[in-house]
């Protein structure tokens, strides 16, 4: 299903509706150099950005997963994409309270930054399994929508909890930013690039509810008596020609950069 990206006089019109409260320490300024790049942190000399790499949010519960054929200016756009999207969903809308509303809006920032994002729909699941590990759930819903891209997105997706779960301080860092009391939430977009050039994405929002929950880390180490789960899982693709046309616009609104909203880590 195909969606109609927005118009330069849509875009314009949502950009002016745009309030993003300020954020603390901000050292982006109308005088940072627009086209910045974030920077992925190397565990060793001979490994650089051109490496497979992902993002992990500082305090949202977002991760994005580049593969290694990326291209710098995509992985650019989606960072701040993201970033975006996450400021001005949260400016508005309390995340537990309005998932629905929060969800729509997320989607309609991403629209504006090129994404085309076709579905918001919440799908439910419960269970009552003994047992159950978050990164297989993960996989099982990337697996039924990123249909031909599926192997590519899974590989990548293995990656980046194998990276994710070596590395304690990042384990906890993601664990406390999903954390909303009882509640539980995370997005996750692993990045492709097709044989055309295009970056190529399977968004994922999970918003879960567990009536008990025993064990680590709870990401990977759940013994649950009952899961609720909703979650949006939609492909998505990035067209570069509408983000470059609201770059200063995106950049105009945010006060802090996308090199101080995520943590870069290398695969």
């Given at each position: 299903?195909?969606?109609?990206?927005?118009?330069?006089?849509?875009?314009r019109?949502?950009?002016?509706?745009?309030?993003?409260?300020?954020?603390?320490?901000?050292?982006?300024?109308?005088?940072?150099?627009?086209?910045?790049?974030?920077?992925?942190?190397?565990?060793?000399?001979?490994?650089?950005?051109?490496?497979?790499?992902?993002?992990?949010?500082?305090?949202?519960?977002?991760?994005?997963?580049?593969?290694?054929?990326?291209?710098?200016?995509?992985?650019?756009?989606?960072?701040?994409?993201?970033?975006?999207?996450?400021?001005?969903?949260?400016?508005k809308?309390?995340?537990?309270?309005?998932?629905?509303?929060?969800?729509?809006?997320?989607?309609?920032?991403?629209?504006?930054?090129?994404?085309?994002?076709?579905?918001?729909?919440?799908?439910?699941?419960?269970?009552?399994?003994?047992?159950?590990?978050m990164?297989?759930?993960?996989?099982?819903?990337?697996?039924?929508?990123?249909?031909?891209?599926?192997?590519?997105?899974?590989?990548?997706?293995?990656?980046v909890?194998?990276?994710?779960?070596?590395?304690?301080?990042?384990?906890?860092?993601?664990?406390?930013?999903s954390?909303?009391?009882?509640?539980?939430?995370?997005?996750?977009?692993?990045?492709?690039?097709?044989?055309?050039?295009?970056?190529?994405?399977?968004?994922?929002?999970?918003?879960?509810?567990?009536?008990?929950?025993?064990g680590?880390?709870?990401?990977?180490?759940?013994?649950?008596?009952?899961?609720?789960?909703?979650?949006?899982?939609?492909?998505?693709?990035?067209?570069?020609?509408?983000?470059?046309?609201?770059?200063?616009?995106?950049?105009?609104?945010?006060?802090k950069?996308?090199?101080?909203?995520?943590?870069?880590?290398?695969?």
């Amino acid at each position: 299903m195909s969606i109609l990206l927005p118009d330069a006089e849509e875009s314009r019109r949502f950009f002016d509706s745009v309030r993003l409260a300020p954020v603390a320490l901000a050292d982006f300024s109308a005088d940072a150099p627009k086209n910045a790049h974030f920077t992925m942190a190397a565990d060793s000399a001979t490994q650089s950005v051109s490496k497979a790499g992902m993002l992990l949010a500082n305090e949202d519960p977002a991760i994005i997963g580049f593969a290694d054929n990326l291209d710098e200016d995509k992985k650019q756009a989606a960072a701040d994409s993201i970033h975006f999207a996450e400021r001005v969903a949260n400016s508005k809308y309390s995340k537990n309270i309005e998932p629905i509303q929060w969800h729509e809006l997320y989607g309609a920032a991403m629209r504006h930054c090129g994404w085309t994002i076709t579905s918001n729909t919440y799908q439910e699941l419960t269970t009552s399994q003994k047992s159950l590990t978050m990164d297989a759930i993960v996989l099982d819903i990337i697996q039924g929508v990123a249909g031909r891209n599926a192997p590519a997105m899974l590989q990548l997706l293995g990656n980046v909890f194998g990276r994710l779960q070596s590395d304690e301080k990042l384990v906890n860092l993601f664990d406390k930013n999903s954390k909303k009391g009882a509640d539980k939430d995370f997005r996750i977009v692993p990045c492709i690039q097709s044989a055309n050039g295009t970056a190529i994405t399977a968004f994922l929002a999970v918003d879960c509810s567990l009536s008990s929950n025993q064990g680590g880390a709870w990401f990977w180490k759940w013994k649950v008596s009952r899961l609720r789960m909703k979650r949006v899982a939609t492909m998505v693709e990035l067209n570069m020609r509408v983000h470059d046309r609201n770059r200063d616009r995106i950049y105009q609104q945010l006060d802090k950069s996308s090199d101080d909203f995520f943590n870069g880590i290398t695969l």
